[in-house]
């Protein structure tokens, strides 16, 4: 049966999705954008900035499923540029400073709100 995933700690969805499902000990998040879950807005100057947030809102998701960041399994990573790969690597990197999840990250033409950077993930509970 799958279980649905919701906490004010990250930002609301912004249509007909669920922030994460549950199924069989595996939680899947939906793509986080950078907004701040207090305010509902795009947060951040920088794509460090951008990409750190949509990680905390992932963190606060998987979090409240009852699981953490070291179980996440793979990530998927969508950049409006490309040529910001380096930076949001160096921003990612210090959520998963040993034993990385698996990860794919992609070029996209638009994002939500404009986003430059969206995220989601899948972790193990």
């Known amino acids: ?46 794509i460090s900035d951008q990409t750190t947030l949509a990680l905390k809102n992932i963190a606060a998701i998987v979090e409240a499923a009852g699981s ?10 969508l950049l409006t540029d490309l040529s910001n790969f380096a930076a949001v690597n160096e921003a990612y990197a210090k959520f998963f400073p040993t034993a990385p999840p698996a990860r794919a990250c992609y070029q996209v033409c638009a994002l939500p709100k404009n986003a430059n950077i969206e995220i989601e993930a899948i972790c193990a509970l």
């Open 68 to 77: 953490n960041m070291q179980n996440i399994l793979k990530t998927t990573i």
């Open 1 to 46: 049966m799958k279980t649905i995933i919701s906490t004010p700690n990250a930002p609301a969805a912004i249509g007909p999705y669920s922030q994460a499902t549950a199924h069989s000990g595996i939680i899947y998040v939906s793509g986080q954008l950078p907004i701040d879950p207090t305010t509902g807005e795009l947060s951040g100057e920088t």
